[in-house]
Each structure stands twice: as structure tokens, then as C-alpha cells.
């Protein structure tokens, strides 16, 4: 049976686009009080409900379009040039002094489609040999994943946990599971006898998480390092802290790595509403705003970065 798509998408150009140079003096309910922030808008996105976007827009640029068939995603527009155009934004004619819509001529155009169960089963990107197929069992877990370049299987135990995945490119990823079903390690072994293991530790009285990640390469440790994360009651990401740039030589010396924390809050309705990361003792800024219908279901969200 042929089915009649309806695309849904809401654009209003004029309002979603903005200008990443604009620097704007904005009131922002932090830590329960009104404190005023000078900032510059990195990011914009419009919802069709809670969980489908339909726009994304980053430094003053539309990068992604999402179009759905009811609930269900059957096309994304994505900018190919994510930093030079994007698909659409506003420039500057000193002719006219206006500024005017730009459209670019190039995108990714990525197409969603689904079985009679509502399940994935391919992505296709159009003019190009790019795809995806999904495989599933009869008790819907995905067994198999296909691309034009890599082929993966999965396995699971009797509990539907993912315990190996399988990579045609000779790569191989392992799982094992607490009582209440949270991984608590992982292994990924590559062709170069280079082995990845991860420890996942809980603390439920004071909600944490520790992730230990280790880098082997025939049994010689080339780095041992451990991140945290602590979460509210309701289950958010408040803190972390975490390794990251983690280079090493090509006789696995380690050269160097950078540490990364950062605090999160959030508004009475559990959105993140600020999130300040320090990075090598240089502290960055971010906070979001939200824009809600008359049935407080969520139209817009804004990013904001904090200016010196």
C-alpha cells in the first residue's frame, strides 16, 4: 500500500536565524535569583513536540531540517558545510544595507525507513551510495547493522543485554551488566592488538558514577584514567569530570591529555538551564532558555555562551 507522507516543519526565518556576533545583555534564572549575563546566541532549536526536533541552527546558520510522517522521522536535511554556509542564514548586502536569506545548493539529504512494527530498518542518503540497514529478531532486538563500508552483529544474553558486538573490520566489543541491568564493563579489541577496557562503578546512596578507562597494548598499560559524574535525584548529569585529548606516540608513549569538569543546573522542570565546563583552569559558560505553547509543550530552546 502506498503511504501519503506528510512532512511537518515550522519556519519562520526571520525569527529562528540569528547572528552569532550579536552580543545581547539577557536575565537568566540561576541558582533560584535573576542574574543578567552577557552572551552571545551559538544555538537555536525548534520541536515538534519534546522528542522531535525539527531545526537546528548553530552559530547563526540552519544546519539540520527534520521532516516526520505522524511521529515517525522520514527525512533530515543536513548542511554538508557546517561551518562555511549551513543551509540556510542571513548575510549582510552592504548594497541594499539589509540582510538577506542565503540558501545553499548543498545538503545531505537522508531518508528514514520503517517496517510494520515501526522499527528502523533503513537510511538511505540520496545521491550518494550511502546506507544503513537495520536487522532485528523476532523479539525486536537489533541483530545486525549495514553499511556500505562496515558490517556489525550483535549478540545477547537471556536478559536481551547487548554482550558482543562483532565489527567486519576485524573490531570486536564486549558488555557485561550489574543485578539492575547497568553495564559495568566494556572491552573493545582492535586488529592492532591495541585492547580499550572500561569500569563502571555505582554509588546509589550519593548517586555517582565512576568510569575507569584503561588502554592496553599486549598487556602493557599505556594509560589508566578515571572519570566521575554525580547526578540529582531525578536521575541528571550535575557534575563531572573527565579526561579527554588523549594522544600518544607511535609506540604508544603517552604524550598528553587534558582534565574537563563541569557543573550542570536545571530550571523546576528538570530542562538544563546552565552548564559551566573548566577546562585547563579556563571556565566557559552556557545557558539555555525554552519557549513553551499554551499547552506547555516545549516549541524552542536557545543556547547562550557567556562573553568577556
Wanted: with cysteine.
Amino acid at each position: 500500500m502506498k503511504r501519503n507522507f506528510t512532512f511537518v516543519i515550522f519556519i519562520t526565518f526571520a525569527h529562528l536565524l540569528f547572528s552569532q556576533d550579536l552580543i545581547l545583555l539577557k536575565d537568566f534564572q540561576l541558582n533560584g535569583k535573576k542574574e543578567t549575563k552577557k552572551v552571545k546566541m551559538v544555538e537555536r532549536n525548534e520541536f515538534y513536540d519534546i522528542n522531535k526536533p525539527i531545526m537546528y541552527s548553530t552559530n547563526g546558520r540552519v544546519t539540520n531540517l527534520l521532516f516526520y510522517d505522524g511521529d515517525l522521522l522520514v527525512k533530515e536535511w543536513e548542511s554538508t558545510s557546517y561551518y562555511d554556509d549551513g543551509l540556510y542564514w542571513y548575510e549582510f548586502n552592504p548594497e541594499s544595507n539589509l540582510f538577506e536569506l542565503k540558501v545553499s545548493d548543498s545538503r545531505k539529504e537522508t531518508l528514514f525507513f520503517y517496517d510494520e512494527e515501526r522499527r528502523l530498518v533503513r537510511k538511505t542518503v540520496t545521491g550518494t551510495e550511502q546506507f544503513c540497514n537495520y536487522y532485528y529478531a523476532q523479539n525486536g532486538n537489533l541483530i545486525k547493522t549495514e553499511t556500505e563500508q562496515l558490517i556489525s552483529e550483535n549478540k545477547f544474553n537471556a536478559k536481551n543485554q547487548l554482550t558482543h558486538t562483532k565489527y567486519s573490520n576485524g573490531m570486536n566489543k564486549y558488555y557485561k551488566y550489574d543485578s539492575q541491568n547497568r553495564i559495568i564493563y566494556m572491552k573493545e579489541v582492535y586488529n592492532d592488538n591495541s585492547i580499550y577496557e572500561y569500569y563502571f562503578t555505582y554509588n546509589d546512596e550519593k548517586h555517582t558514577k565512576e568510569e575507569r578507562k584503561i588502554k592496553k597494548v599486549k598487556d602493557n598499560i599505556i594509560f589508566d584514567f578515571t572519570d566521575f559524574y554525580q547526578y540529582d535525584f531525578n536521575g541528571n548529569i550535575i557534575y563531572k569530570k573527565y579526561y579527554f585529548g588523549i594522544i600518544t606516540d607511535s609506540d604508544n608513549k603517552l604524550l598528553s591529555f587534558g582534565i574537563t569538569e563541569e557543573e550542570y543546573e536545571y530550571d523546576e522542570k528538570g530542562y538544563l538551564i546552565h552548564i559551566k565546563k573548566i577546562n585547563s583552569g579556563k571556565e566557559k559558560n552556557r545557558y539555555f532558555e525554552y519557549l513553551f505553547d499554551e499547552n506547555d509543550n516545549l516549541k524552542t530552546s536557545a543556547c547562550y555562551e557567556e562573553v568577556e
